[in-house]
């Protein structure tokens, strides 16, 4: 993979601060707008929206790109349970990506808006390990979530996309959803809202790449986190350092690719 410090230069700083007033009056709060073009895909003046992020990978996504001086805007269900996120200087933002309407009103609330970065990160993972033990609620709402959310997303958010600079979008996935990987079976509604997700993010790659557009699907690994739990082999930190590894090192040319967070490719 290239650099992508060069397709991660911020818009001129009129236009970016522009926006990040407009952000500013849209969530409430101030952000300190850069002065210039970026010349580190690390520095000020970029911004990152990350659905699911007031817990686990989210949040240390959050926790990561605030610290490397990124503009944050965290999505949350429940805000009001968010108190980390806050911490972190975010804008937080309301959003269920399974209520159109939700989503809806995120999109006109950052109406103007450039967003650089978009990570669908929000998910669920039922654990129906037998096709008898299948509750198709469940499977229901791992599609719904993990899958339609993402497209709601993106779909929502593309105004915006259009309008930054780097034009990227990452959704979170799973190498369960891996078709040439699954050899053992089980994760019924979870492999599958997967796999979908990651058609998507290729078909989204090839319609778009014209555009100049980055969409790719990374697999976190296996993360200590309420999803992954207290067996797992990585700590959030470990696997945010290495997904946003993998993030800035795309080019074009990866675009409607799946990655692990090592960045190492893995097949579909």
Known sequence: MKTVNSRLLAVRAGAK???ITLLALATGCFAQPN???ASDARSAGHTVLITGANRGIGLELARQYATAGWQVIGTARKPDKAAALRTLNAHVLQLDVTDQQSVDRIANDLANVPIDLLINNAGILPRLHSISDVDFDDVNRAMAVNTIGPMRVTRALLPNLRSGGAKTVVNITSQLGSIANNSGGGFYGYRES??????FTRSLANELRADGFICVVVHPGWVQTDMGGANATLTAQESVEGIRGV?????S??????????GEPLPW
Do not use: Q, V
């Open 17 to 19: 601060l522009m926006a």
């Open 35 to 37: 002065g210039g073009p």
């Open 253 to 262: 040319e990866d675009s409607g690719t799946f990655w692990n967070y090592d």
């Open 194 to 199: 997967k796999a979908a997700l990651n058609m």
């Open 247 to 251: 993030i800035e090192n795309l080019s």
